[in-house]
Structure formats: C-alpha cells, structure tokens
C-alpha cells in the first residue's frame, strides 16, 4: 500500500500546480529494501517524499529521472545488484555493493498527463472514502509503458487499450482487493503491477487519560486515522491529543467502527463498568482488534459478567511483551501488536526467522471472522 504521506504530499503538489515526477518500484527480484508499489515524489528542485530504496537509488533518479522522460513517456529503468557489472554506472554499483543482492525495476512518470490515469489520485480518493480499490499498471510488453486501469468499489476506469488487456487487469484488480496485497502479474507477454489500495487502519482510542495521548501519537505517525471517544467533550482533550474528541454513546462508536475498512479498538477508559460495557458492545462489533488495557484477571472478570465467551480478537493485557513502563513504551508495545494483527504475522524477531524477510511466513490466526 502506498503510504499515506506520498498520497497527501501528491495532493498538495496538484492543488498547487508543481509539476513533478513519481517513481514506483514495479518488480522485484531478489532481495531489495523496498517492495513494488513503494513510491518517492521529487520536483525539478527537491525531494517531497516517499523513497524506492535505502537510499541506493533515490540520487540517481533525482538526477537523472527528468532526463530519461523528456519526451514525456513514463520509463523503466532496472537497477541490478546481482553481477555489479550490469549496474548502470559506478555510482549505482558503488551502492548497491553495501548490500543489496536483487533487481529493483522503478517506473519514472511524470504526473499531470492528459489522459491517464493517476495512481496516487485514486489512492486519495479510496483514503477519502475508506474504500479499497486497486491499480494496475503496465510496465512491461507489447502494451504501452504506463498503461493504467483503476478500480474502487465496483466502478472501474481505464484508459484507452485492447479489451483483453482491460479484462486480465480488472480480473487482476478484483483479485487483489479481496486479498487486500499487491502483486505482479503477467499475461501474454506483458507484465503488470497491481496495487491493492487499502484506507489505512482506523484506530479507536476508548479513552483520554495521558497515557492515551501517546497511543493515539505514535497511531497517527503510522498514518493511521485515529478517532478518541470519551463521554463528554473537553476543551483540555482536544489540546492533549491534537484532534477532535468524539462523544457519543457505545453504539454509536460502534457504528463509526463497522463504517471503517480496518478498525481497531483500545480501551482504556480506567473505568471498570465503562470499559465493560465498551467491550461487550465492541464484541458484537465488526472490530479486527479489541485491545483491553490491564490484567487479565480484569477482562476475564468482565467476560463473566457480561455472560459472555472469550473472544480471540480481545487481547487482554493488551501490547507485546516488550518490557515497557513508561506510558511511551507501553503504547510502542500496543500499537506494534495491532500492527501484527492487522498483517497477521508472527510479532517476532526477524533474527528468528529461517527465510528471507520478504518471503511469506502465515502467524497463527489471530482475527475470527464476524
């Protein structure tokens, strides 16, 4: 998924009427710092956001990514690691012998082209929305470099090409919004990018006491939406957090939830019949996370009361085991499992594994369907 700051600093840049050129990893092969959809915006004078590599590529197309589309085509340019002979120039070698050992193919675009479609505009609109939809690109074969077909929801464009072509990329698109991941794809001799555009995680912070201040903080830096509810509205909160405070009942939080692509919710009100009453009604919510802040012997308490069975989206004492103290770490350790939760993948050392990083490795379920 693109990240959310790409999609807002593309929105400033065309309300302003900047030109300025995207560069998108396409295709992978091997190992490599970044994975395809990844995205950097520079001007003709500066870098705006966003980055294709751990810093091997992002010179070179900085200084050469408005050279190589002066005709105003979108280009590919492959940087190979493999054999550093076959890189581009000594610069590129230089780099890529600090580590990397894969194929990075970056698309080089130019943005504002009558006539195409713009992939970070439709990201901003499924973001807007909090609908997924997907883009397909061609990089690839006998179609044309750049090529674009988008989708949200069931309405589909696409820009003008054969209607094989347009059938595998919305059949693509279909695939990848189900799953929710990007992927490559390749039909008759053309290869594709299909991205999966999510809206991001909308978190629901049940609760404005201070250590909630930092939850919603470092949810926010991740470029999640986040939505604090409280029974009543105070100025002081509103400051605290930098945000408005939503004030309504367990119900109508609720519906805000099952409203949302992605929700999670922590409670953390610090009031027992509060925080029981939230959890019931977040049990009978569609939530993919339910966090509850404190022992486990206090939400096994409230189970009881509210006559209902353990939930396996309740996490209760909420966070990883990270030794956190301090309210800072103790939200580090919550959000960090929501973030597992939400990939489903194991919250584990990345030491531990026995395969490459990039290499699919199934966690236990950890969401009921509901």
Same mark, same amino acid.
């Given at each position: 998924?693109?990240?959310?700051?790409?999609?807002?600093?593309?929105?400033?840049?065309?309300?302003?009427?900047?030109?300025?050129?995207?560069?998108? *990893?396409?295709?992978?092969?091997?190992?490599?710092?970044?994975?395809?959809?990844?995205?950097?915006?520079?001007?003709?004078?500066?870098?705006?956001?966003?980055?294709?590599?751990?810093?091997?590529?992002?010179?070179?197309?900085?200084?050469?990514?408005?050279?190589?589309?002066?005709?105003?085509?979108?280009?590919?340019?492959?940087?190979?690691?493999?054999?550093?002979?076959?890189?581009? +120039?000594?610069?590129?070698?230089?780099?890529?012998?600090?580590?990397? +050992?894969?194929?990075?193919?970056?698309?080089?675009?130019?943005?504002?082209?009558?006539?195409?479609?713009?992939?970070?505009?439709?990201?901003?609109?499924?973001?807007?929305?909090?609908?997924?939809?997907?883009?397909?690109?061609?990089?690839?074969?006998?179609?044309?470099?750049?090529?674009?077909?988008?989708?949200?929801?069931?309405?589909?464009?696409?820009? +003008?090409?054969?209607?094989?072509?347009?059938?595998?990329?919305?059949?693509?698109? #279909?695939?990848?919004?189900?799953?929710?991941?990007?992927?490559?794809?390749?039909?008759?001799?053309?290869?594709?990018?299909?991205?999966?555009?999510?809206?991001?995680?909308?978190?629901?912070?049940?609760?404005?006491?201070?250590?909630?201040?930092?939850?919603?903080?470092?949810?926010? #830096?991740?470029?999640?939406?986040?939505?604090?509810?409280?029974?009543?509205?105070?100025?002081?909160?509103?400051?605290?957090?930098?945000?408005?405070?939503?004030?309504?009942?367990?119900?109508?939080?609720?519906?805000?939830? +099952?409203?949302?692509?992605?929700?999670?919710?922590?409670?953390?009100?610090?009031?027992?019949?509060?925080?029981?009453?939230?959890?019931?009604?977040?049990?009978?919510?569609?939530?993919?996370?339910?966090?509850?802040?404190?022992?486990?012997?206090?939400?096994?308490?409230?189970?009881?009361?509210?006559?209902?069975?353990?939930?396996?989206?309740?996490?209760?004492? *909420?966070?990883?085991?990270?030794?956190?103290?301090?309210?800072?770490?103790?939200?580090?350790? &919550?959000?960090?499992?929501?973030?597992?939760?939400?990939?489903?993948?194991?919250?584990?050392?990345?030491?531990?594994?026995?395969?490459? &990083?990039?290499?699919?490795?199934?966690?236990?379920?950890?969401?009921?369907?509901?």
């Amino acid at each position: 998924m693109t990240e959310r700051n790409i999609v807002d600093a593309a929105a400033r840049l065309r309300r302003e009427h900047e030109p300025h050129l995207v560069a998108t *990893v396409a295709c992978v092969r091997g190992s490599a710092y970044r994975r395809p959809g990844a995205r950097m915006l520079i001007t003709r004078f500066r870098w705006v956001a966003g980055s294709v590599s751990g810093g091997c590529l992002e010179g070179d197309i900085a200084s050469k990514g408005w050279w190589r589309t002066k005709d105003g085509d979108p280009v590919v340019v492959t940087y190979d690691s493999r054999v550093i002979d076959a890189a581009d +120039d000594e610069d590129i070698r230089a780099a890529f012998g600090l580590g990397c +050992d894969g194929v990075v193919e970056v698309l080089l675009e130019r943005s504002g082209v009558p006539g195409r479609i713009d992939a970070l505009e439709v990201a901003q609109r499924c973001l807007a929305k909090q609908q997924r939809g997907a883009v397909a690109t061609v990089f690839r074969g006998p179609a044309r470099i750049g090529t674009r077909a988008a989708m949200i929801g069931d309405a589909i464009e696409a820009e +003008d090409m054969p209607d094989e072509l347009k059938a595998w990329l919305v059949a693509d698109m #279909q695939a990848a919004i189900a799953e929710g991941k990007s992927r490559n794809t390749e039909h008759g001799g053309i290869e594709i990018l299909v991205e999966a555009i999510l809206p991001p995680p909308r978190l629901f912070v049940i609760g404005t006491g201070h250590d909630a201040v930092p939850v919603a903080a470092l949810a926010k #830096q991740l470029g999640w939406d986040v939505v604090v509810c409280a029974r009543q509205q105070k100025f002081s909160d509103r400051d605290r957090f930098a945000t408005d405070i939503f004030v309504g009942s367990d119900a109508e939080i609720c519906a805000r939830i +099952d409203a949302s692509d992605r929700a999670l919710a922590i409670v953390m009100s610090h009031n027992y019949e509060r925080d029981r009453d939230m959890l019931g009604a977040l049990m009978d919510s569609q939530a993919h996370y339910i966090g509850m802040l404190g022992p486990k012997a206090r939400t096994t308490r409230m189970f009881a009361e509210l006559g209902r069975a353990p939930d396996e989206r309740v996490h209760a004492p *909420v966070g990883l085991e990270l030794g956190a103290e301090t309210p800072t770490e103790i939200a580090l350790a &919550i959000v960090a499992e929501a973030q597992a939760v939400l990939t489903s993948t194991p919250a584990t050392s990345l030491r531990e594994r026995r395969v490459p &990083i990039h290499t699919e490795v199934r966690a236990e379920p950890v969401l009921v369907a509901v």
